[in-house]
């Protein structure tokens, strides 16, 4: 008999510990194990896993006895050796442990795990032929019970294994995670109204029309159907669903589409907003580059010869996504992947439309707030190497984890955005840097795109390390917009403020109404006041758990926390000296919201911000609401900021400059610079040079007057000075630690033990401990530690002996109860 041999694998589940686990496989399985493939093993007292096994082998471990592999999910591995070597190297640079890579990289469907809570799925039909008994059971079970964890169905089955069934059932269409439903179904879709089958031809219409004149008391249908038309309703013999909303606004009474529907002559259905933006054929040509564009084009080429990465650096409105396009074409025609990396998807459904438009089906988009089922088919697909779908990806930062087979090109676009990092939870790693790396495991090449480039980037640019190109000019020879400060201690004097607004700016904008023109504010808070305080003691409302002020929310009438969840209802009077004179201090979008209908009645205001953008859709909804007029002035957070493309807005008003400027970090002039510029370069597009008015304390800032000038190689320079005296990026790479416990004095124990460990290996570059801004969240209480490196340091011996002091630090029992943070790269 041929011998039995002993298999053992190295699995890394999606937990936060930074080795691999290793099991014994059981004979039966042997032929089946492969690095790359799923399993389920059991972790902890009775919970199952799913991981990934990273090796096959036949070492036994010692001093422990390993347990069995439960089940196997795959036939095939289900990620490439290129996506391993990037997780490695995102554990490694960002100090994460690999299971968290792992969590953030795979879709969550791929790691069922013992939380996973299942239910029917809404579009089961109940057709149980295509069930296996032991599915069937489960779906008894939900039918008994609405949602049920793995160990309960590991129960009702009476065995350990059960994955496997929960994976059939979740592709049949028959069960759903709960995470999905809930990102899958939420409210996106509208009423349509379509002309019925019956009377899709121009002379049943006819008749039609002719039968309504007739009869008077049809006379508002006639009025129904005329407006369809009119809309574009029926067009040589196509018909198509018109919004009944926008069919109403034009006069249409809505009852009667309701009468049309039972008399079957249209019908109202409810459908996808998104289906709906088709491509327009005639609209999908390429545009022909202007000379400048098709020299940056040439430019990029050329470049691209000998570096990998280069930058291209041009103005807003200087059209960069003419010139992605076109090396996007270049790719596909070499038969090459493209990734698109973008900051924030949903700020930017103009720019998806937009490349839809131009590349139809080859487009993938990839989002964390796509719903799962979508995100898996793009995996599959890229991992299959099907080559007929999503040779383009579209997506934020966590697309750099998709199967790529043959990357040619990445374009970051915005690449300055401070987005590209994931701050929480870990791994903290930044999108634009890790497709850097990314790019050299296919030797693909890298486009960065952006009007303010980051000064690492600019900087790495200047030195030949990258490429650069630019694109000094808007296209079309579109002036930039003409920018303006308000000078807000002047008004004050003078008394010409109105509450938030100065003088200066309510001119503008009611010229702007005036000409029938749109207006974009901006203003980086939400809410309505962020601070209520007593005028006689100065006493204002904290959260309890966190060290910062609550913010008043007028809508619903709430004091709430932007840092947890906590609320609670306003006060009326001061608790501390019992004066009823609250003040409130600083402004938010919710407050300049309610001011603008007082200083310009009946002008019709929308807020885009957090707050009103919580839903799915809602975003573009407004945003399309925005673009058809029916909004005057869109009222806005950072949001307002980010490639949007609006031909009617010409007048920009920037509300609280000083507040960006004064924020306590060494990024806050860099921001404050980027976030003009960006939000200024929304102004006046195509129809005629466009206003900004900046309002602030200190118009003569140096920032700003770069921004009127926009002069961004001035801002760098002189910011560049100022990186380097303070030993900042990009002399300087960062590491920030932090520290995080509910007891105040024993933290501030562990930070200066912690401190002080790093100092014997690093010397002077640690500085802290210190307190954060803001110094307990959630009840827990921060000290920050942070390390400066310069920057040709080796990194991996500056985190290896980072780890080191970690790990001492740890061993040292006191110290287990602090949670400690890394952030490398800090944004
Ligand atoms: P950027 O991304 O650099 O801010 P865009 O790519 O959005 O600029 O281009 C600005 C505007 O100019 C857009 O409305 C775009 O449609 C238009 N545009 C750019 N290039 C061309 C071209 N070659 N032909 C026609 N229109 C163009
Ligand atoms: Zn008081
Ligand atoms: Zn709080």
Redesign the pocket.
């Known amino acids: 008999m041929e011998e039995r041999k002993t298999y053992f694998v190295d699995v890394i589940l999606p937990v936060p510990i930074n080795n691999a686990f290793t099991y014994r496989v059981p004979f039966e399985m042997n032929d089946f194990m492969k690095t790359g493939i799923r399993v389920v093993v059991p972790f902890g007292r009775s919970k199952l896993q799913t991981g990934i096994i990273v090796k096959v082998h036949e070492v036994v471990p010692e001093g422990y006895q390993s347990k069995y592999v439960e089940a196997v999910l795959d036939e095939f591995p289900i990620i490439t050796g290129k996506q391993f070597k990037l997780w490695n190297w995102i554990s490694e640079y960002y100090m994460a442990p690999l299971g968290d890579v792992m969590n953030a990289a795979l879709p969550s469907n791929f790691k069922l795990g013992s939380e996973t809570k299942v239910l029917i799925h809404p579009e089961y039909e109940g057709n149980s032929e295509i069930l296996t008994d032991r599915e069937y059971q489960v779906v008894e079970a939900l039918e008994v019970q609405s949602e049920l964890d793995l160990k309960e169905i590991s129960d009702i089955l009476g065995i350990k294994t059960i994955q496997p069934v929960i994976k059939a059932l979740i592709e049949k269409r028959v069960i759903i995670t709960q995470e999905d439903l809930k990102q899958k179904y939420a409210p996106k879709t509208q009423l349509f109204v379509e002309l019925a089958k019956e009377y899709q031809s121009d002379e049943q219409l006819k008749a039609l029309i002719d039968v309504l004149s007739e009869d008077k008391r049809k006379k508002k249908q006639l009025d129904a159907i005329l407006t369809y038309m009119q809309m574009g309703g029926f067009k040589q013999g196509i018909s198509k669903p018109i919004l009944r909303s926008e069919l109403v606004e034009k006069g249409a009474s809505a009852s009667s589409f309701n009468t049309l529907d039972k008399d079957g002559i249209l019908k109202i259905k409810r459908m996808e907003i998104s289906r709906l933006m088709e491509r327009d054929e005639a609209d999908s040509a390429f545009?022909?580059?202007?000379p400048d564009?098709q020299r940056a084009l040439d430019e990029i080429r050329e470049s691209f010869v000998e570096k990998d990465v280069t930058l291209l650096h041009?103005?807003?409105?200087?059209?960069?996504?003419?010139v992605y396009v076109e090396l996007i074409q270049e790719q596909l025609d070499k038969g090459k992947q493209v990734l698109f990396l973008l900051p924030e998807i949903a700020l930017t459904t103009q720019l998806i439309q937009?490349l839809q438009k131009y590349f139809g089906d080859k487009i993938g988009v990839y989002h964390s707030r796509f719903n799962q089922n979508e995100r898996v088919e793009i995996w599959n697909s890229l991992l299959h190497n099907d080559t007929t779908k999503f040779q383009i990806v579209l997506g934020a930062r966590s697309a750099v984890f998709l199967p790529f087979r043959n990357l040619g090109l990445i374009i970051v676009d915005e690449e300055h955005e401070s987005s590209f990092k994931q701050y929480d939870p870990s791994p903290r790693y930044n999108g634009r840097d890790t497709a850097i790396v990314l790019r050299a495991f296919h030797g693909a090449k890298v486009l960065l795109?952006s009007?303010t480039p980051a000064m690492e980037t600019y900087f790495n640019a200047e030195e030949g390390k990258y490429g650069l190109v630019k694109?000094d000019k808007?296209?079309?020879d579109i002036q930039m917009p003409e920018i303006f400060t308000a000078n807000i201690k002047k008004e004050k004097m003078q008394k010409t403020m109105q509450s938030d607004f100065s003088g200066f700016l309510v001119e503008h904008m009611k010229k702007a109404l005036e000409n029938k023109e749109q207006i974009i504010l901006f203003q980086n808070r939400r809410g309505y006041n962020p601070v209520w305080a007593c005028e006689v003691c100065g006493w204002n409302p904290n959260c309890k758990n966190c060290d910062v002020s609550l913010t008043y929310h007028k809508n619903s009438n709430i004091l709430k926390c932007h840092y947890c969840s906590y609320f609670t209802p306003p006060v009326g009077a001061c608790p501390k000296c019992q004066s009823n004179r609250l003040k409130m201090i600083g402004f938010g979008t919710e407050k300049i919201e309610d001011e603008l209908s007082i200083i310009l009645p009946g002008v019709r205001v929308q807020r885009l911000d957090l707050d009103t953008t919580r839903q799915k859709n809602s975003y573009e909804n407004i945003l399309n609401d925005f673009d058809a007029r029916k909004i005057d002035i869109l009222v806005g957070t950072q949001m307002v900021t980010k490639?949007l493309?609006f031909d009617n807005v010409s007048l920009v008003g920037i509300l609280d400059a000083d507040m960006m400027l004064n924020r306590p970090d060494f990024r806050a002039f860099e921001r404050s610079y980027q976030l003009m510029s960006q939000v200024a370069?929304r102004s006046g597009?195509?129809t005629k040079r466009g206003t900004v008015v900046i309002q602030t304390y200190d118009p003569d800032h140096w920032i700003i007057q770069h921004v009127i000038n926009h002069d961004y190689m001035g801002f760098y320079k002189n910011e560049l000075i100022e990186r380097k005296n303070y030993f900042y990026p990009p002399f300087y790479k960062m590491i920030n630690l932090t520290l995080k416990h509910r007891d105040p004095n024993k933290l501030e124990v562990m930070a200066m033990d912690l401190a002080d460990r790093m100092k014997q290996a690093f010397g002077s570059r640690v500085l802290g401990p210190e307190f954060p801004v803001v110094k307990r969240i959630q009840n827990s209480y921060l000290k920050v530690i942070r390390l400066k490196v310069e920057r040709d340091a080796s990194n991996k011996k500056v985190k290896l002996l980072l780890q080191q002091k970690i790990d001492d630090f740890y061993s040292v029992s006191y110290n287990k109860s602090v949670r400690v943070i890394v952030d490398v790269d800090p944004s």
């Open positions: 545009k022909e580059l202007s564009q041009g103005v807003t409105g200087s059209g960069k996504t003419e937009r795109g009007a694109l808007r296209f079309g490639g493309d370069g597009r195509k």
